[in-house]
Structure formats: structure tokens, C-alpha cells
T-cell receptor, first 110, second 114 residues
Framework: SQTIHQWPATLVQPVGSPLSLECTVE??????LYWYRQAAGRGLQLLFY??????ISSEVPQNLSASRPQDRQFILSSKKLLLSDSGFYLC?????????FGPGTRLTVL | GNSVTQMEGPVTLSEEAFLTINCTYT??????LFWYVQYPGEGLQLLLK?????DKGSNKGFEATYRKETTSFHLEKGSVQVSDSAVYFC?????????????FGKGTTLSVSS
């Protein structure tokens, strides 16, 4: 069966520090992968998606970037965090029009 | 563009009460429709789905019917439990440039008391 992992589970970072969140998927090959952010009271916003290694599409301009160095690995990064980057970050993969979500990372920027 | 509108919460109910969370959508073509549930501190889990008009998705006592004529997918449950307390998201998926990325509503928080 397929599983999706995210780490860390929680993170507290100072403004201006770098960020790296990792997502890995097991039990499937060549999945579509997604990063969403859930900010308080604002629902889920699609940040990036990837249909293959090295292929990244950004949905909204922002302070973040994403990379897919391996088929089942999706990384969300920032060189300098902003206060507004705080939120709950969810990685997901899709199959047959369904999406399956990881447990999420709670990021607090102080 | 495609969008999803959910009723704003929070929704506060007593145990065994009837639940309705409204969801309407705007979309081109024929999207699939979903309800996801997020329990405190966790990621999202698929609750139910419907892929075409008049389909009814159901799971754990929850139901939603894909109504093309009213562009709605309201979530219902006849008798809620304390364990149903969570945030519920309505979403749609269709062919778009983001692969099968979902478009979510803002979520509705449900709080059930005993």
C-alpha cells in the first residue's frame, strides 16, 4: 500500500532563516506530487505541483521554492522565511483524480 | 475559473443532531467532487466522493449528492457524534493545468458536544 511521509512534524524558525521540508511517497511510482499551505482561516492553497523528476510548477508567486530530486521525493524550501510563511504545510500525491495527504508540518515563524 | 464555496463555520451541534454543511461550486466541464475531513493536528483524509451528476458518496454515516442542476454537493449526517468534531473541506477536481490538483473550499469547523 501507498504511504506518504512528511518531516518534521513541527518547526519553529526565526524570520530570515532558511527552510527545508521533506515529503516522500512509498508504494507508487511516478506520482503527481503537490504542496499545499493551510493558513489560519484561509483554507488550503496549492503552492506547487510536480508531474515528474525536476518538473515543478508554481501556482502562486511567493517566498518559497520546490524541488523534486527523486521520483518519490518532494522538497519545499525557502532561503529566508517571512512571518507570513507560518502555516500548516501539506504534501499530497494523486491517483485517478483522488489526492492522498501526508500528516503535515506545522511551521511557526517568529 | 473553478471555485468552491462552503458555508462558514463554526458549526456547533449537540450529539445526535442532524448535520448539513453546504457546498456549491463553479466549474467548467464535469469535475469530480470530494469531501475531506481534518481531525485536530492531522492531515486531510478523504471522507467521500462523487464523480458524476446524481452520484451519492457515502462513508461513516455521511452522505453527499452531486447535484449538477444546483451545482451543489452538500454534506449531511443524520446523527453526529462527538468524534465527528473536525474541519470539513469540500473540493473539486477536474482536468486542468495542475494535473489533478484539487480546489478546496475554506473549510467548515464542526464542534459536537455531548
Amino acid at each position: 500500500s501507498q504511504t506518504i511521509h512528511q518531516w518534521p512534524a513541527t518547526l519553529v524558525q526565526p524570520v530570515g532563516s532558511p527552510l527545508s521540508l521533506e515529503c516522500t511517497v512509498e508504494g507508487t511510482s511516478n506520482p503527481n506530487l503537490y504542496w499545499y499551505r493551510q493558513a489560519a482561516g484561509r483554507g488550503l492553497q496549492l503552492l506547487f505541483y510536480s508531474v515528474g523528476i525536476g518538473q515543478i510548477s508554481s501556482e502562486v508567486p511567493q517566498n518559497l521554492s520546490a524541488s523534486r530530486p527523486q521520483d518519490r521525493q518532494f522538497i519545499l524550501s525557502s532561503k529566508k522565511l517571512l512571518l507570513s510563511d507560518s502555516g500548516f504545510y501539506l504534501c499530497a500525491w494523486s491517483e485517478r483524480n483522488e489526492q492522498f495527504f501526508g500528516p503535515g508540518t506545522r511551521l511557526t515563524v517568529l | 475559473g473553478n471555485s468552491v464555496t462552503q458555508m462558514e463555520g463554526p458549526v456547533t451541534l449537540s450529539e445526535e443532531a442532524f448535520l448539513t454543511i453546504n457546498c456549491t461550486y463553479t466549474a467548467t466541464g464535469y469535475p469530480s467532487l470530494f469531501w475531506y475531513v481534518q481531525y485536530p493536528g492531522e492531515g486531510l483524509q478523504l471522507l467521500l466522493k462523487a464523480t458524476k451528476a446524481d452520484d451519492k458518496g457515502s462513508n461513516k454515516g455521511f452522505e453527499a449528492t452531486y447535484r449538477k442542476e444546483t451545482t451543489s454537493f452538500h454534506l449531511e449526517k443524520g446523527s453526529v457524534q462527538v468524534s465527528d468534531s473536525a474541519v470539513y473541506f469540500c473540493a473539486l477536481s477536474g482536468a486542468n493545468q495542475a494535473g489533478t490538483a484539487l480546489i478546496f473550499g475554506k473549510g467548515t469547523t464542526l464542534s459536537v458536544s455531548s
